[in-house]
């Protein structure tokens, strides 16, 4: 499966975007799909995760109600909705194609898209 990520752009705090992933290949929902951003300086982290059929989601507690993810399948794309930017999620966003443990532990695959710039300004 091949991944491309793209939505992002240069937002003032406490406004929105909403970031794509789309998907190429017949086999888009067998994956579970993984969003994880990676900020100047700093290591790549694990942002939100949805499962295979969309019924389960995880988000890492910086983006607890603020993020939203969630997926057609149809369409072969995910979705991250997220609301009420800070400056402190500026990063470089990536969707990556892999599963959920039976743990809820999002488990990446090999499969990444290019990234999104996120510049959020306060």
């Known amino acids: 499966v091949q991944l491309q990520a793209f939505g992002g752009g240069f937002v003032q705090a406490g406004t929105s975007l909403r970031l794509s992933c789309a998907a190429s290949g017949r086999t888009f929902s067998s994956y579970g799909i993984g969003w994880f951003r990676q900020a100047p300086g700093k290591e790549r982290e694990w942002v939100s995760c949805?499962?295979?059929?969309?019924?389960?989601?995880y988000y890492v507690d910086s983006v607890k109600g603020r993020f939203t993810i969630s997926r057609d399948n149809a369409k072969n794309t995910v979705y991250l909705q997220m609301n009420r930017l800070k400056p402190a999620d500026t990063a470089v966003y990536y969707c990556n194609a892999g599963r959920l443990s039976v743990y809820g532990q999002y488990i990446p695959g090999d499969y990444w898209g290019q990234g999104t710039l996120v510049t959020v300004s306060s």
């Open positions: 949805i499962s295979s059929s969309g019924g389960t989601t």
